[in-house]
Each structure stands twice: as C-alpha cells, then as structure tokens.
C-alpha cells in the first residue's frame, strides 16, 4: 500500500496538531483501503454502517500502533500531545463521516470515543517492541475485526497474518517519516 507521507517543506517543523491530522489521514486510508481489500477477497459487508464499523476497528487498532510508535520515539510530554491530538482528530474524522454516509444524527463521537477507550485498555498489555506488533496485538485485532464481520469464516487469520502486519508496516513507515526521522 502506497502512501504519501512526507511534508512539502523538509525544513519546517511541524506542530504535533499537524503532525496527528497527518497520521490521522494516514490511518483513514489504511483502513479504508483494508476494507476493500477484505471485500475484494470475498469477505462480505452488508451496508455502509457496517463498513464504518470495520473501519472503526482498524482505527482502533491504528491508534494503538501509533502510540507504541510514540511510547518509542518521543519524550512522554511530547507522546501524549501527539496521541491527543492524533484520538481527538480521528474521532472527528470517523464521525463526520458516519454522519455524512449514514445521513442521520447519532451519537458517534461518543460511541467512538468509547470504543478508544476500550481498545486501549485491551491493547495495554499486549505485546509490541521495536515497532513490530506482537501475535498477541495482531491476534485481538483479528478477533475485533472477526466480531462484526458478516462472514467469520477465516477473517480473524487473515487480518492477523495479512492486514494487521501491512497496516502496522505502512503506518510506521508514515509515523516515522511525518516526525522527520
């Protein structure tokens, strides 16, 4: 998966604001593209609501990558401004699009909010060092994802063998490439 992830303007130092709107788009197209891929291998979805939960997921999963990343790279002040930012963003992101493909008010910031939590709580004492998931991170992602999926059969094998792995590749690439380093 191919994505642009480098500032215009090597030179300038950017804000971790602009920094987690980047990783944050970053994330949205890794995790929508994943989506389709699921699709194009034949694992079913039913409606846009549902696409938008899977993709709730990976963003889940996403955000926790990236705080690993950040737990890695960066100083704690400096760790949670950026995941700050980067929650908060993504959140405005996931909701401003389920009410604009769903067409209807909701309370999907919250509910979103919600599920970061969660996750994050969940994902807490999984393993992940040297910017590489464990099988035990990859392995709940899948079984996330295997929950809400309309078809069960193999998706959580497929999203920890395949999905997860790539997802965790392209956004470390990106972490690394919009902190400058």
């Given at each position: 998966?191919?994505?642009?992830?480098?500032?215009?303007?090597?030179?300038k130092?950017?804000?971790?604001?602009?920094?987690?709107?980047?990783?944050?788009?970053?994330?949205?197209?890794?995790?929508?593209?994943?989506?389709?891929?699921?699709?194009n291998?034949?694992?079913?979805?039913?409606?846009?609501?549902?696409?938008?939960?899977?993709?709730?997921?990976?963003?889940?999963?996403?955000?926790?990558?990236?705080d690993r990343?950040?737990?890695?790279?960066?100083?704690?002040?400096?760790?949670?401004?950026?995941?700050?930012?980067?929650?908060?963003?993504?959140?405005?992101?996931?909701?401003?699009?389920?009410q604009t493909?769903?067409?209807?008010?909701?309370?999907?910031?919250?509910?979103?909010?919600?599920?970061?939590n969660?996750r994050?709580?969940?994902?807490?004492?999984l393993?992940?060092?040297?910017?590489?998931?464990?099988f035990?991170?990859?392995?709940?992602?899948?079984?996330?994802?295997?929950?809400?999926?309309?078809?069960?059969?193999?998706?959580?094998?497929?999203?920890?063998?395949?999905?997860?792995?790539?997802a965790v590749?392209?956004?470390?690439?990106?972490?690394?490439?919009?902190?400058?380093?």
């Open positions: 998966m191919h994505i642009k992830s480098r500032w215009n303007k090597q030179a130092t950017q804000s971790p604001d602009n920094i987690a709107s980047a990783i944050a788009m970053v994330c949205w197209k890794i995790a929508t593209q994943s989506v389709l891929e699921l699709e291998k034949g694992y079913q979805t039913h409606s846009q609501a549902h696409r938008l939960q899977i993709i709730g997921e990976f963003l889940a999963f996403l955000l926790q990558v990236s990343l950040a737990y890695e790279n960066l100083d704690i002040a400096e760790r949670e401004r950026l995941i700050t930012a980067l929650a908060k963003r993504l959140t405005d992101i996931y909701a401003d699009n389920q493909i769903l067409n209807q008010e909701g309370p999907y910031r919250q509910t979103f909010i919600d599920l970061l969660s994050a709580e969940d994902y807490a004492e393993s992940f060092q040297a910017g590489q998931a464990g035990d991170f990859l392995r709940y992602f899948g079984e996330c994802v295997e929950k809400i999926m309309a078809e069960k059969h193999w998706v959580s094998q497929e999203i920890t063998d395949i999905h997860g792995p790539i590749t392209t956004l470390t690439k990106s972490f690394h490439n919009l902190l400058g380093g």
